[in-house]
Each structure stands twice: as structure tokens, then as C-alpha cells.
């Protein structure tokens, strides 16, 4: 069982940056690739952006590519998420998750754990 909780977000102004963070619990995080996805009042939940076990590849949704940077320490079992430029269309509730290999993964039913979720919102 993995255990993921998110912290960082908050209330940013258009252009402003954010770190959000998510510690995991247990000894297998770093077999495990990570994701961040987000979701919007009324949206799906969308993919932002993915990381493998080992962090030598990452990739990242379209509208996040250039201003978003997804990073890992295993050492201390946390993955983080970088916002920077941040726009008020990244406002949304944004969720770490967990899968249960190492390479990176795109789709929400690729991964098992899911976190609580942290609240990041972006003022015009």
C-alpha cells in the first residue's frame, strides 16, 4: 500500500510560480513512476505531467510543456511539481498518483495511488 500526500498549492497571481510537493509513503517509491494530473470544477481529470522511477524521463501535457517541471528525490520519497507562468486555466485541484512500474504512464487508469489532492489557484 502507498500512501500519497500533496502539499503546496494555494492562491498565485497570473504569472507567479508554485512547488508542489507530494511525500509517499512505504519502500517501493523508487520502483514506482509518478504523475501529476489535475481537475477543473466541471472537468475530467486531465494529465500534467509524469515521471519515471529512475526520473531519467519525463514528459508533460501540451499546455503545460515550458512552464511545468516534474522532479524526484527517492531519497526522501517526494516528487515534486514546479509551476512557473502559471495562468489562471491551470486553476484546479491537482493530484499526485502512483504506478505500480517504472516507466512513465499518461493515462489515469495506469496508476493505483492517488493522493488527496491540493487546491491551486490562479487569479487573472
Known amino acids: 500500500q502507498v500512501q500519497l500526500v500533496e502539499s503546496g498549492g494555494g492562491l498565485v497571481q497570473a504569472g507567479g510560480s508554485l512547488r508542489l510537493s507530494c511525500a509517499a509513503s512505504?519502500?517501493?517509491?523508487?520502483?514506482?513512476?509518478m504523475g501529476w494530473f489535475r481537475q477543473a470544477p466541471g472537468k475530467e481529470r486531465e494529465f500534467v505531467a509524469t515521471i519515471s522511477a529512475s526520473g531519467g524521463v519525463t514528459s508533460y501535457a501540451d499546455s503545460v510543456k515550458g512552464r511545468f517541471t516534474i522532479s524526484r528525490d527517492n531519497a526522501k520519497n517526494t516528487v515534486y511539481l514546479q509551476m512557473n507562468s502559471l495562468k489562471p486555466e491551470d486553476t484546479a485541484v491537482y493530484y499526485c498518483?502512483?504506478?505500480?512500474?517504472?516507466?512513465?504512464?499518461?493515462?489515469?487508469?495506469?496508476?493505483?495511488?492517488w493522493g488527496q489532492g491540493t487546491q491551486v489557484t490562479v487569479s487573472s
Open positions: 498518483a502512483a504506478r505500480p512500474g517504472i516507466n512513465i504512464g499518461r493515462l489515469t487508469y495506469e496508476y493505483a495511488y
Open positions: 512505504g519502500r517501493t517509491f523508487s520502483t514506482r513512476a
